[in-house]
């Protein structure tokens, strides 16, 4: 684990009370397996900067897109604050450097993406009641909200599973289904495999943390797969 101080300078943001920074960093799976240390995990900051960020993020799009309808925007902000959107801009602040673990989630690339954005919403609500709302949104606009005009360019915001069952029924005459193939893990968190199929072929395969993010990356993989992005 680096020097958690550094993340500090990284964001511009000096906490005032620290502790709440170092608990952003503490998973579950850390305290399991180091009962004695009478640390708390993440997850409560992480359901606060769930509420915060999409706050923030609702106010930003608002106020940056005026001619869009409240569908687009509701579009736009699911791809904005996604796992994959929130596990690329943790990825990009090297927040899995600053984690305490546990030896397994260590050694086990499974729900990675799932435990980064999630420590970033811990971040988010470890700010917010470190210094309230102008603190979060200055760290959200510096490190995650210019993604937004990628997503708007590239269309990323339009949803993959309908997506992909327009292009199959118009250009296979199919309509796609999804299977369970496996999952993995504790409850707390579990990484989950689904097959998304033609007929009884296997397009592609795809992860997520419940079983509706993996049809949906798995409708991401089959789009890309079959180039109709």
């Not at 920074?21 to 399991?32: D, P, V």
């Not at 546990?102 to 919403?121: C, P, Q, V, Y």
């Not at 917010?128 to 949104?137: M, T």
């Not at 005459?173 to 409850?187: A, N, Q, R, V």
């Amino acid at each position: 684990m680096n020097d958690i101080q550094s993340f500090q300078g990284k964001i511009g943001y000096n906490f005032k009370d620290f502790n709440l920074l170092k608990k952003a960093f503490i998973h579950r799976s850390y305290i399991n397996e180091n009962k004695n240390l009478g640390l708390e995990h993440n997850e409560k900051l992480e359901f606060l900067g769930d509420a915060v960020l999409e706050l923030s993020a609702t106010n930003f799009l608002y106020h940056k897109f005026l001619q869009k309808t409240e569908g687009e925007l509701t579009a736009i902000r699911s791809a904005l604050v996604s796992t994959d959107s929130l596990a690329l801009h943790g990825d990009k602040l090297n927040m899995g450097n600053y984690l305490l673990l546990s030896k397994g989630e260590k050694d086990s690339l499974n729900g990675r993406k799932h435990i980064l954005a999630n420590t970033f919403e811990a971040v988010v609500g470890a700010i917010y009641l470190d210094g309230g709302f102008e603190p979060v949104d200055n760290f959200l606009r510096s490190f995650l909200f210019d993604y937004v005009d990628k997503i708007v360019l590239q269309k990323l915001y339009k949803d993959p599973k309908s997506y992909f069952q327009e292009q199959a029924q118009e250009k296979k005459k199919i309509t796609p289904h999804y299977e369970l193939i496996s999952e993995k893990g504790k409850d707390h968190n579990k990484a989950f495999v689904m097959g998304l199929f033609l007929e009884k072929e296997l397009i592609t395969k795809g992860i997520g943390g419940s079983k509706q993010k993996a049809e949906i990356n798995a409708a991401k993989n089959a789009l890309e797969k079959m180039k109709w992005i």
